[in-house]
């Protein structure tokens, strides 16, 4: 009985002490950041649906800057003779989403599609996928500064 | 009689008495039955018999020309015997050394039914054969050549002539056999009596003339100018916003890569091959294919024009 007792009072203990205080909240919750791509992408590889082309054409040429103006995305210039998915060599572009973004737009209406999401600003790759001509004609670009 | 001789001028002549000269001169020989196997083995000699039928126009006696259309790899100039047996007399026969004869051949009767790829050759029997006007033989022509190293089918011919009359027509008779197959070589069949294969395949399947295209050239098909060509360049013109613009000086842009056995291809993009504007509305792409020098140039054989590529996105 006595074994009981004591067993008892140390369950009770064990209890107070693990309900001594309120879970504490970050009181500033999460900070989400605004995806920075800023720089000059190069190619490094280049898929026609699934098959290789990075060696069929002459890629050297691409480079694509895209500029930042502060944390929002502003102009872009593109020195290429190698296909892309926009037409004009400079312009505006813009996320689909600041913070969550899916998608580039150019400021010709053409966009491609971001392959895998951007968690960092510090991305070192990019991967997009777009479309040239024919609509089942898939091209994945993979960029790297 | 002067009178009446004066009559016949020389239009006179040329509409009604030449083309009566002609008919009664001309030499009738004829083909009337061929026995010859219907397939073979790779390096097999085979043994084909012509049934030769005369009906002279005239008393002389000429040397026999023989034609055999065989495929281009077959080596029947050095590996043939060809005999002849006749009521006229009997002999051999020998390749020609006149050259011109395959070749007056070639523009008189065509190939058959062979899209390309086969020779004729020319054979002139060693001795001359008797005729007498108005009075017919028969011969049989005994050939017995060794048949090529590749699996192929064809379509056998036979030219009968006679050197007095050469070859020209109505003078010479020709009968193209059934297309006959030889088998148990290493290769996929040659089909020479089917259709002619088109030597340009594009990839993807489909494209629109925005999209990468490889375009993949097999000198063994179609016109075969470039087989054995060291290198081969791609000349190419382009329809983009009404205006015309053709790239053909061979350079490391326009060369194609080599894949195979006189197989060759390029992945060009319009507007980058074309040195075109980014934005450039290109409505209408072709090439040609042609060695370094540029003088021999492969068009497409059915319209005698550049390959076109057309687009063929559905979606």
């Known amino acids: 009985m006595k074994k009981i007792i004591t067993t008892m009072c140390f369950m009770l203990f064990i209890g107070l002490i693990g309900c001594d205080d309120e879970p504490s909240l970050n009181p500033e919750g999460f900070t989400e950041f605004k995806t920075d791509i800023s720089g000059i992408w190069k190619i490094s590889n280049v898929t026609q649906n699934g098959i290789d082309i990075t060696n069929s054409l002459d890629f050297k040429s691409f480079a694509l800057n895209l500029d930042y103006n502060g ?12 296909p892309f998915v926009t037409k004009i060599s400079e312009g ?54 | ?36 196997p219907s397939n073979a083995t790779i390096g097999e000699k085979i043994k084909i018999n012509l049934q030769v039928d005369v009906k002279p126009s005239e008393s002389n006696e000429y040397n026999v020309i023989l034609g055999v259309l ?14 002849y047996t006749s009521d006229n007399g009997s002999g051999t026969f020998s390749l020609t050394p006149d050259a011109t004869l395959a070749l007056q051949m070639t523009d008189l009767v065509g190939i058959g039914k062979n899209y390309g790829r086969v020779k004729w050759v020319a054979f002139v029997s060693d001795g001359k054969i008797k005729g007498t006007n108005n009075v ?28 007095g009359w050469g070859i020209s027509d109505k003078n010479i008779d020709v009968k193209f056999t059934d297309c006959m197959e030889v088998s148990g070589g290493t290769n996929s069949l040659s089909d020479l009596c089917g259709p002619i294969p088109f030597p340009v395949t594009f990839k993807p399947s489909q494209f629109t003339l925005d999209d990468v295209i490889k375009i993949t050239f097999d000198a063994n098909k179609g016109p075969t100018d470039l ?28 060369i194609l890569n080599n894949i195979g056995p006189n197989i060759w291809e390029i992945s060009i993009w319009g507007k980058q091959f074309f040195n075109l504007p980014m934005g ?29 590529i057309t687009p063929s996105c559905k979606f």
Request: aromatic share 10%; proline share 3%; glycine share 6%.
């Open chain 2, 1 to 36: 009689m002067k009178n009446l001789f004066n009559k016949f001028n020389g239009r006179v002549f040329k509409i009604i008495i030449f083309p009566l000269l002609f008919l009664t001169l001309t030499f009738c020989i004829t083909i009337s039955k061929i026995d010859q």
């Open chain 1, 71 to 82: 944390t929002t995305p502003s102009n872009f210039s593109l020195a290429s003779k190698s």
């Open chain 1, 92 to 145: 505006s572009w813009s996320f689909d989403d600041p913070i969550y973004p899916t998608i580039i737009i150019f400021s010709d209406g053409s966009s491609a599609k971001l392959l895998k999401p951007i968690l960092s600003s510090g991305e070192k790759s990019l991967n997009l996928e777009i479309v040239l001509g024919c609509g089942n004609m898939v091209y994945q670009y993979k960029l790297i500064k």
């Open chain 2, 280 to 308: 450039a509305n290109i409505t209408f792409m072709s090439f040609n294919f042609r060695n370094e020098v540029g003088d021999i140039i492969v068009k497409n054989r059915d319209t005698l024009e550049d390959f076109q």
């Open chain 2, 227 to 254: 087989l054995g060509a060291e290198k081969v360049y791609i000349c190419g013109t382009v329809i983009a916003d009404g205006i015309q613009k053709d790239v053909c000086v061979a350079n490391s842009s326009n």
């Open chain 2, 136 to 163: 017919n033989f028969s011969g049989q022509i005994h050939l017995e050549m060794t048949v090529g190293n590749e699996n192929v089918k064809t379509q056998l011919g036979y030219i009968v002539a006679t050197s």
């Open chain 2, 70 to 83: 065989v495929p281009e790899n077959w080596e029947i100039e050095t590996n043939t015997l060809a005999t």
